[in-house]
């Protein structure tokens, strides 16, 4: 590809992934311009600083492209190199694993110019970033043939120097929407949705003046929840009164007028919600068995409601209360990967491990997502739970862990295994994250394996009630009421350990270290 004038490689969308439709599209990519206006529908939005590789694969004389792995670029530059290292080998081992090895590799860096800078600066600026990105991918066998460099919406190739084709100012980026590849994206339906800023932004908690109302809200509720939580009667009662709380919300979001436009939508369902019914829910939802209950609004008609709740509560859990939003942005990330939205899916599933790294019901599915597994063998163990519920005679209220193993870890359950074995490690996890957005949302991943059933869900331990946690007194409004307690992420017992359930499911195994619970 450094010699411009040549057909490049032809993008078989139909068998990518990519765009799909009423039929098989294959559009056929010729410049630096027409690559660099195909990165938004190769990932389904708009990177921002990001490093990108894409693999080629050989076809015919042509080319095609397979898989796709993002990664933030590090701010400091001495990162540069573990990086580059560590994206180039993670995607050549997910694509060998699915069977094709990349022959070779198309480089992408994008960054917007920072206050004075222009977008040639930055592409100078990263340039050695993009030679060791050549360098290891040429290590690996497969060598880049386009590295380009994407910045104040002009682009630069790093492989090229004819001022004739790649100019020293760069090239302007095309309208969005009028390019070839563009045109055959809307005829198959495929949309670009945005940037990742402005999808995170849609679970980020409240800034506003109303966050204060909420915060109040919160700790009024903790007063009054928390002690039933612990008491073994008082739970179960929390556990019906949040279900059927969510179940009415599920049904008002379901029936509110439409609105054009993410943030409206989010605003409208910001109004349906008032304070004191997220704060209930929010801290109903802390409790593992709720929370598995909760999850099975996965699909049909309860998917689409049940995530805009999980988004709206997971904006609730304002100050103090942020490590509160692993529950509902793990249920978020859950439904968005069970209706098909990998890209949300990560996100969520990424920002719930931020809010709380212990949280293995999110370290699980954002391990399963990056494997490549299909959520259908989830779905099926959430359908038989709630018909068993359903059918079944009501059961007694739990009763409580005995003292002498309330806080002890439980042995891990055994893991079911196919005829392969037990399930791999996710695709990504070689690629160790040196920034904010590093590795969260590779799409480089293992093919689904839909029929082995060797992962297994871990579900809730609904014997050990969540641990308060001691708040200091004049640090929030409220932190000194209610003996300064706040429920914690249910089910973190003595000594930071958690117990896993027994239910046999879909989820991976790996990573949890046989001490944490779902």
Request: hydrophobic share 35%; aromatic share 4%; with cysteine.
């Amino acid at each position: 590809m450094t010699n411009h004038g040549e057909t490049t490689d032809p993008f078989n969308t139909s068998e990518n992934g990519g765009i799909t439709g009423r039929e098989a599209h294959r559009v056929t990519l010729r410049t630096p311009a027409e690559l660099a206006d195909a990165l938004p529908y190769l990932l389904g939005y708009r990177p921002e600083d990001s490093i990108v590789l894409v693999a080629l694969h050989d076809r015919g004389g042509g080319g095609r492209f397979g898989g796709r792995a993002r990664l933030g670029i590090p701010a400091n530059p001495d990162d540069w190199a573990p990086v580059a290292a560590q994206l180039s080998r993670g995607l050549m081992t997910g694509s060998t694993r699915r069977g094709a090895p990349p022959e070779r590799m198309v480089a992408y860096l994008c960054q917007e110019p920072g206050a004075g800078e222009t977008g040639r600066e930055v592409m100078e600026r990263l340039r050695p970033l993009a030679e060791r990105l050549r360098i290891e991918c040429g290590l690996l066998g497969a060598p880049v043939v386009e590295a380009l460099c994407i910045s104040g919406g002009r682009f630069w190739s790093y492989c090229c120097d004819r001022a004739g084709c790649c100019p020293p100012e760069g090239e302007p980026m095309g309208l969005p929407g009028t390019s070839v590849l563009a045109a055959a994206a809307t005829y198959a339906g495929l949309q670009v949705r945005g940037t990742l800023r402005e999808l995170r932004a849609r679970l980020l908690p409240w800034e506003t003046g109303a966050a204060l109302e909420q915060e109040i809200a919160l700790d009024t509720a903790s007063m009054s929840l928390v002690p039933r939580i612990l008491d073994d009667t008082g739970r179960a009662d929390v556990a019906e009164e949040t279900l059927a709380l969510a179940e009415r919300i599920i049904g008002r979001l379901a029936t509110a007028r439409p609105v054009t436009g993410a943030l409206l939508a989010d605003l409208r369902d910001d109004d349906l919600v008032d304070h004191d019914e997220a704060a209930a829910l929010i801290l109903g939802l802390q409790d593992r068995t709720t929370r598995d209950r909760a999850a099975e609004w996965m699909e049909g008609a309860e998917a689409g409601p049940a995530l805009r709740l999980w988004r709206t509560l997971a904006r609730r859990c304002v100050g103090p209360y942020g490590e509160h939003a692993a529950a509902p942005l793990t249920l978020a990330g859950w439904v968005a990967w069970s209706t098909g939205d990998d890209l949300e899916a990560r996100e969520a599933l990424a920002m719930a491990l931020g809010a709380d790294p212990d949280y293995l019901f999110a370290r699980l599915l954002h391990q399963a997502i990056n494997e490549g597994l299909d959520p259908e063998s989830i779905r099926r163990c959430l359908r038989t739970e709630r018909t068993d519920r359903t059918q079944a005679p009501a059961d007694p209220r739990p009763s409580a862990a005995t003292p002498d193993t309330a806080g002890d870890p439980a042995p891990a359950d055994p893991v079911p295994s196919g005829p392969e074995g037990p399930a791999p490690r996710p695709a990504g996890s070689s690629l160790a994250p040196r920034d904010a957005d590093a590795g969260r949302d590779s799409t480089d991943a293992a093919p689904p394996d839909r029929d082995s059933g060797r992962v297994a869900a871990r579900r809730a331990d609904s014997k050990k009630p969540p641990r308060p946690r001691p708040t200091t007194a004049g640090t929030h409004p409220g932190a000194a009421r209610a003996g300064g307690t706040r429920p914690r992420s249910a089910g973190k017992g003595a000594g930071g350990a958690r117990r896993r359930g027994a239910c046999p499911g879909a989820l991976p195994s790996g990573g949890s270290g046989g001490r944490e619970e779902a």
